[in-house]
């Protein structure tokens, strides 16, 4: 069996993604390898695909049992066998995996890095009296002191090419800076081994960053719009998670909380709930989410700012798994960076101290950008990008400029008064006059002290951060750096020269990636019998099948196994399971409305192009329900959202062609309608609806409206 065989047969896909085949071909040789490859960007494949073509076993070290549990059931539903041994499972149970392990019978075997060489186990010795083919390593970044998420536990693993000098070893992160990767590789000791460095970008994930002001009624504002759909929301502080899951379950919301101070059973029952739909939001700490695979997951929010670019970077790449569109939202406030600078340093360890610090501030230059932030993320991690993606809130936005000569001038005298020995905290606390004690007095003496007080202190700490990009202000010395004037600076101070600084921006709508329409009927009708299954089987339902795979069919309309093969993620032995209930499902529904498969323009899969437009995926699910014969009253009721959303909704439509108007007002009304709004104008609607009458609706009025603008424009 050939590779992309096993690639269809196990796991349903026609073809690899990034660089798995080259992976899995060097793994295949015998060969060490070290991959970095984006959150949902596939590293499980690399291990799991030689798993099942090598004759032995494959032994993968994972930090959490949850994400062991959700590998392995997935991994079953696949025809795969494979096996987890940790703390959750009794005497008997583990009995019967070791049996099943002696005879030869499972491919994949989970372990947590303690349970391999701890005095009371030493399963490692177990082991070699094994058939091990392969040894995979996942979450490597934690067995680094420069990680974002190191653990001690992770260390022991060094001893894994002592034990098994001549077994291939696979070392996966999803992030992990120049100076981390060469830490793993150094502590694992690899044998030559080769790295793989995969693209960082995740295009289907929008990026926004908002201050952290009202916080929580721009939450609301925007979990309206994602009212079905699965989210991670994370909190810096335990009570945090607690207070803000309380508040969302009492606005509506299905939302519970997750953070390492719950007992273990609340844990469980609330991480088991999201993974299986029954709740839709976690509210959490960073204790949640390491290596969880869910696939549907289409937001995640910070109300705090992480510590690090790295964690973000992974806490935001559990949205969109799937490779559907998804949003990451981040609150950002000045206080949150003094608040984590204490976190940062870590105690004896001057070296470790001014690395985290540097890694503290790039997170907060990530917050203040007025430069693309997905271009600055994958900068980060030593990858060229454009300048503008399309895709993030930066690049979406048109900013205001003012007249900033005064604000400059400000800082650059307080900076030329404190002699240049001071960090951006000091003057930017000198120029409001504050009254910490941190402050000297003779500083409070200068002319410079309070002379700031009318601006806040994050739009101070903006205007610097901008300041310093453009060359004005320069950054000297670690871990603690101060700020210098650089020439140019000077012909400001003496007025020779204007600033223009950044005052507020407009965000524009998002851009949306191009699909092709869908059933949206049969999409909801297909979600039911995956759950059906997925209850039937008691697994997560993305485990059956991915919200992408359920699109695809609900897209093309498969008729029959045949065509159903086609379809991205079935593989032979969920077709055998659950081919006949889809293709029945999908047959049906086109018999109800007449329609026929669309197969043949299912061309194969390429990078989905991004396009401007003006409508985006709640829009699009408004139309798609309208088109599946919903009514405006229905598609409201069905989605949790005002009839007056929803004619909104459709109304764009209109306005762009996709919509004929045709289907929202009867013939005979257009012309009375155009000729009221040509008579009255269209500034308000209650006057037009009251010269029209009872016969006319405002869902007709505004369809007309928008039919108006798009014959004139």
């Not at 890694?359 to 454009?386: G, M």
């Not at 000077?490 to 020269?497: S, Y």
């Amino acid at each position: 069996m050939t590779t992309h065989q096993a690639l269809h047969k196990y796991f349903g896909y026609n073809e690899f993604r990034h660089e798995q085949e080259a992976i899995i071909t060097h793994v295949l040789n015998q060969q060490d390898a070290m991959v970095l490859m984006p959150t949902g960007g596939g590293k499980s494949i690399c291990y799991q695909l030689p798993a099942v073509m090598f004759d032995g076993l494959t032994v993968v070290i994972s930090p959490l049992i949850a994400l062991m549990k959700d590998q392995v059931d997935a991994l079953n539903i696949n025809g795969i066998n494979a096996a987890f041994l940790n703390s959750s499972q009794n005497d008997n149970e583990q009995r019967e995996i070791v049996k099943q392990l002696k005879a030869n019978q499972i491919k994949l075997l989970y372990l947590a890095p303690e349970r391999l060489f701890s005095s009371e186990s030493r399963l490692i010795d177990f082991l070699k009296t094994l058939k091990v083919s392969l040894i995979a390593i996942d979450e490597a970044h934690c067995i680094s002191h420069w990680g974002h998420d190191f653990r001690p536990e992770y260390l022991m693993l060094a001893g894994l090419k002592i034990s098994f000098p001549n077994i291939p070893v696979i070392a996966l992160t999803a992030t992990a800076d120049k100076i981390t990767r060469k830490d793993i590789l150094d502590k694992l000791k690899l044998n030559n081994p080769r790295e793989f460095v995969s693209s960082f970008d995740r295009k289907n994930i929008n990026y926004r960053i908002s201050p952290k002001k009202n916080s929580f009624n721009q939450l609301l504002t925007f979990l309206d719009e994602h009212k079905d759909d699965s989210g991670i929301i994370y909190c810096l502080s335990r009570q945090s998670t607690e207070n803000l899951a309380s508040e969302l379950r009492s606005q509506g919301y299905s939302a519970e909380a997750y953070h390492a101070g719950l007992d273990k059973a609340t844990k469980d029952k609330n991480q088991e709930a999201f993974l299986r739909d029954e709740v839709k939001i976690i509210v959490a700490t960073i204790a949640f989410g390491m290596g969880i695979n869910k696939s549907n997951v289409r937001f995640v929010v910070h109300m705090d700012m992480p510590k690090n670019i790295e964690g973000y970077y992974q806490e935001t790449g559990r949205a969109g798994r799937d490779g559907l569109p998804s949003k990451a939202l981040l609150f950002f406030s000045y206080g949150d960076f003094e608040k984590l600078k204490g976190f940062a340093k870590v105690e004896g360890n001057e070296e470790q101290s001014k690395i985290m610090l540097k890694k503290l501030d790039d997170i907060v230059t990530f917050c203040q950008l007025q430069t693309c932030r997905r271009q600055f993320l994958l900068r980060y991690f030593d990858e060229q990008a454009p300048d503008n993606c399309g895709q993030c809130d930066v690049c979406l936005s048109e900013y205001e400029k003012i007249d900033g000569t005064i604000i400059a001038q400000k800082a650059f005298s307080a900076i030329a008064r404190l002699g240049e020995s001071f960090g951006m905290g000091y003057v930017i606390d000198l120029l409001r006059g504050s009254k910490n004690e941190k402050l000297r007095d003779q500083h409070k003496q200068l002319k410079t002290y309070g002379i700031g007080a009318d601006i806040s202190k994050a739009d101070w700490q903006q205007y610097i951060r901008e300041l310093i990009a453009r060359g004005y202000i320069r950054t000297e010395g670690d871990p603690y750096p101060v700020l210098k004037l650089n020439p140019i600076a000077t012909d400001v101070l003496k007025g020779f020269q204007r600033v223009q600084l950044t005052q507020s921006q407009t965000l524009q709508q998002e851009q949306v990636a191009e699909v092709m329409p869908y059933e949206a009927g049969l999409l909801l009708q297909l979600k039911d019998i995956r759950l059906k299954i997925a209850t039937r089987e008691n697994v997560p339902a993305y485990i059956i099948l991915s919200d992408a795979t359920l699109l695809e069919i609900a897209t093309y309309l498969p008729a029959g196994l045949t065509e159903l093969r086609q379809i991205s993620g079935f593989g032979d032995v969920k077709m055998e399971r659950y081919g006949s209930e889809v293709t029945e499902a999908v047959l049906a529904y086109c018999k109800q409305y007449g329609l026929t498969s669309l197969m043949a323009k299912k061309a194969p899969k390429r990078e989905r192009k991004v396009k401007t437009n003006r409508t985006n995926s709640t829009q699009a699910e408004s139309l798609n329900l309208f088109k599946a014969g919903l009514s405006v009253a229905e598609i409201a009721a069905e989605r949790k959202l005002s009839p007056m959303t929803i004619e909104a909704h459709l109304c764009q439509f209109v306005q762009t062609g996709e919509l004929d108007v045709f289907e929202l007002v009867e013939m005979g009304k257009i012309d009375t309608i155009k000729e009221a709004i040509e008579s009255y104008g269209h500034e308000r609607l209650a006057p037009l609806k009251e010269v029209l009458g009872e016969n006319y609706t405002y869902t007709e009025i505004k369809a007309v409206l928008a039919w108006m603008q798009r014959e004139n424009a």
